[in-house]
């Protein structure tokens, strides 16, 4: 699976969109972006995830560069609860290979 | 509840202790993995099962022990940890094929070896 670059943290007020980067340069044709993210001391909980086209769910947005070298998640109106580290994943799809976690991105939503 | 029940959520045992963790999943996903995330450390995957057979032990100490009775559950054996063991244990599921939906993770066993 490719390898992915995130900032180690960031910040974000609360009801502001935060905005979360992911380089990907090396993902190859059939892997996919996935986002995961993990509040303190609990387990990492599904995001979202895309191949090319950018997706978007009751959580969150997915956008992915033309070229998939990078891409960001959205969270339109972050709250305090959106306070986690946050994971970018590329792996394909239906891969029976197990997910590999970084150190991701702690995103702390300030009041 | 994310529909990855583990048990129990909080253990403390000593080093000569015999305990186990419980995982149970009613998503009629088909495989099933242990993760370790010892602190202010990425999680490191330590098993997977697929198909209620282990395919893949990523160098894990033997007083680790997985068992996979069913594919709706998994348990980690332990016996003679060290304190270092002590860490959120994570198992997750899926199915091993197309898994638009990724991996579901249980909220963990925080063990802590004294």
């Known amino acids: 699976d490719a390898k992915t670059t995130q900032p180690t943290s960031m910040d974000c007020a609360e009801g502001r969109a935060a905005n979360l980067p992911c380089n990907h340069s090396?993902?190859?044709?059939?892997?996919?972006v996935y986002w995961y993210r993990q509040i303190h001391s609990q387990g990492p909980q599904y995001i979202i995830h895309g191949l090319k086209n950018n997706e978007t769910n009751e959580m969150a947005s997915l956008i992915i560069t033309e070229d998939r070298k990078s891409s960001t998640l959205i969270l339109p109106h972050a709250t305090l609860r959106d306070t986690a580290v946050y994971y970018c994943?590329?792996?394909?799809?239906?891969?029976?290979?197990?997910?590999?976690f970084g150190s991701g991105t702690q995103l702390t939503v300030l009041p | 509840e994310t529909g990855v029940t583990q048990t129990p959520r909080h253990l403390v045992m000593g080093m000569t202790n015999k305990k186990s963790l419980k995982c149970e999943q009613h998503?009629?996903?088909?495989?099933m993995y242990w993760y370790k995330q010892s602190a202010k450390k990425p999680l490191e995957l330590m098993f997977v099962?697929?198909?209620?057979?282990?395919?893949e032990n990523n160098s894990v100490p033997s007083r680790f022990s997985p068992e996979c009775p069913n594919s709706s559950h998994l348990f980690l054996h332990l016996h003679t940890l060290q304190p270092e063991d002590s860490a959120l244990y994570l198992c997750?599921?899926?199915?091993?094929?197309?898994?638009?939906?990724?991996?579901?993770f249980g909220s963990g066993t925080r063990l802590t070896v004294v």
């Open positions: 090396t993902i190859s044709g059939n892997e996919y």
């Open positions: 099962y697929s198909l209620e057979e282990r395919v």
């Open positions: 997750a599921s899926s199915q091993s094929r197309g898994a638009r939906s990724g991996y579901t």
């Open positions: 998503l009629g996903h088909n495989a």
């Open positions: 994943i590329v792996r394909v799809e239906g891969s029976a290979r197990q997910l590999t």
